[in-house]
Every structure is written in C-alpha cells, then in structure tokens.
C-alpha cells in the first residue's frame, strides 16, 4: 500500500496539542507510525552548558515525533487537510489523490 503522508509533504495537525499547525514532513517512520514534522510536537529542553548536546546553557526547541494518524496531508489546490485516496495508474504504479478535488498529490 502507499504511503499516505510522505517525506517532504506538507501536512496539518488535525488532533492533539498541536491541531492546526502546519509543516514539512522530515522523516516518517512507518514501522512506529510516527513522523517528525517541522514545527510540530516541540519540546523545549533546559540545558546546562557542557552536556553532548549544548555549547551554552539555556532551553533548547527540539522536535519529537507525532503520531500519523493525527496528521492529514494538505492538498496544494485546496489549501486544507484532506483525505486521501490511492489510485492506481495505468502504468501500474500507484498515486495519492486528493479525496476532494481529484488532484494527484504526487
Ligand atoms: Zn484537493
């Protein structure tokens, strides 16, 4: 079966803390049902200087993964989170459209 939210893709948050924010997928992990989104699922860290991960002290942003089943991609030509649909081509690949429209999303 095809992916249903892909690297790159721009989603929406449709549930949780988060519900309507936007952002670029960065990584889906598919096994974990789990995608990092830019901008989403943050957590603000304090740090001491001197651990691995900072040079100075301070709260450092970090993204966590977030659950996709509360993201629903965004279709370029609706402007909105829509359902999508899988159909397949005549050259026997398969493609994402948008449950509303009908635009291929790629
Ligand atoms: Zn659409």
Avoid at 31 to 37: D, I, K, S, T
Avoid at 83 to 102: E, H, N, P
Wanted: proline share 4%; net charge positive; glycine share 10%.
């Amino acid at each position: 079966m095809a992916a249903r939210v892909k690297r790159e893709d721009t989603v929406q948050v449709v549930r949780g803390r988060d519900k309507g924010k936007r952002g670029t997928v960065q990584q889906v992990d598919r096994r974990e049902g789990v995608a990092l989104v830019e901008g989403v699922n943050i957590v603000k860290k304090h740090v001491r200087a001197g651990q691995q991960t900072a040079r100075q002290a301070g709260i450092i942003s970090m993204e966590t993964p977030i659950a996709l089943s509360k993201l629903m991609p965004v279709c370029p030509s609706c402007d909105r989170p829509v359902r999508v649909g899988i159909k397949a081509l005549q050259d026997g690949t398969k493609s994402r459209v948008c449950k509303r429209c009908g635009e291929m999303l790629s």
